[in-house]
């Protein structure tokens, strides 16, 4: 009767690491996803941030150029040039 005990209770103990190894392994996988959104989102990031910096220098470049037009055409509203 003792084996029979012991027995169950090495049963119970693999299922109980076994379900330990799979928590685990889920836990990873849910991790490296979550760590993979962030790479995304950060690249996002870095895109989203030179497509402003490019922006905002057109954006420069825009107004040097119309500085460098008379008064009189400046203060002309646009639809009327």
Known sequence: ?????????????????????D?????????????????NLTQMRSELASERHKVKQSLEELNCRMDSYEPKLRDMPSEAL
Do not use: T
């Open 1 to 21: 009767m003792s084996n029979s005990k012991s027995g169950q209770n090495s049963l119970v103990h693999v299922n109980c690491c076994e379900s330990r190894d």
């Open 23 to 39: 928590a685990y392994r889920n836990m990873v996988k849910k991790l490296d996803a979550a760590k993979a959104k962030v790479d």
